[in-house]
DNA sequence: TCACATTTAATTGTTCGCAATTGAATTCGC
DNA sequence: GCGAATTCAATTGCGAACAATTAAATGTGA
């Protein structure tokens, strides 16, 4: 009896972890496909896809870095990349050149019309900020226990 | 002077939205590929790609529903689901038939395959919950800001 | 020096994700 | 009832995302 209870009671525990609602990971990846279709009409105005955004923002805050440097810093490898910057360089926000010093590397500059396109992008945060409907505050907040969760889970895939 | 000193704060304040690091949205994006990551070779076991696993995890609360049914579940449209439900039809998880009473409905329902899944799937929750390093109540706790968010956004896009 | 390992991008193939369109079935307005 | 609008799934086309492989350049050890 007592053995029957514990049975049910570990059934219903792994039954509710199987729920969907319970689940933090569709939480994260519900809540991605949520924010790209915010920001899609947005973005569709600078021209630009959710991750090709994403790359503009890492190399306005640094370019003429090599293709490596940009997969680490957005956790993106070069089967994703390198068509993604070919699609850039053929919109001519940016230039892929050949690193003089080693051959392998290819160097990402941004051209002039890529370093311009970031004034128009500054209206961006606002209006996501507008449409989360949260403080700053809040939002930082969260940021920052989603990074900490984040960088836990590529810590485990690390080992 | 005054003015000046407002413009520089503003500009900067723009700058600072900008900023890779200051985004939620990429630390959203970030952890959602995370998971997937972590995901990836417990479901490789099962059989299923993560959005497959939502799918089944879906089904598994409540099957024999429309094809729409899902999407409004999982926030997902038929570009999408059509055919990732054919290949699980494929592997036998599931069938699709159409509505005998409205011909345009097609009907989701498990296999006996699809239902048995259901207990190698049990482990999986547990696996996660060690790589994220965090309690259930924590993940419990940002699950329900995370998904509160999410709901803005989508709020947000009904309009 | 020369074989061998490592690093770096690019490529290939499969699977999402979504906008836009199509086509069939159903419902609504008159 | 009947024509028009609506609903639903499927399709098409494009852009990610990633595993696995390839190829070239560089580094390393005997």
Redesign the interface.
């Known amino acids: 009896m007592d053995s029957m209870t514990i049975m049910v009671r570990k059934q219903t525990a792994?039954?509710q972890?199987?729920?969907?609602d319970?689940?933090?990971?569709?939480?994260?990846?519900?809540?991605?496909?949520?924010?790209n279709?915010?920001?899609k009409p947005l973005l569709d105005r600078l021209g630009l896809t959710?991750p090709q955004y994403?790359v503009m923002?890492?190399l306005?805050?640094r370019d003429d870095v090599p293709v490596k440097d940009l997969g680490e810093?957005?956790?993106l490898d070069s089967g994703t990349l390198t068509p993604l910057l070919k699609r850039l360089e053929a919109a001519e926000l940016i230039k892929r050149t050949r690193s003089t010093q080693d051959e392998r590397v290819v160097l990402i500059a941004l051209t002039q019309q890529g370093h311009a396109l970031?004034e128009k992008?500054?209206a961006?945060?606002?209006s996501?900020?507008a449409?989360?409907?949260?403080t700053v505050g809040e939002?930082?907040a969260?940021?920052d226990?989603?990074?900490a969760?984040?960088d836990?889970?590529?810590?485990?895939?690390g080992e």
């Open positions: 792994a039954d972890a199987l729920r969907l319970n689940q933090i990971c569709f939480a994260v990846y519900s809540t991605a496909h949520a924010f279709r915010v920001y959710y994403l923002l890492a306005w805050e810093r957005l956790f970031r992008a500054k961006v945060p606002q996501i900020l449409a989360s409907d949260c939002l930082l969260m940021k226990e989603i990074v969760l984040r836990r889970l590529n810590a485990v895939l």
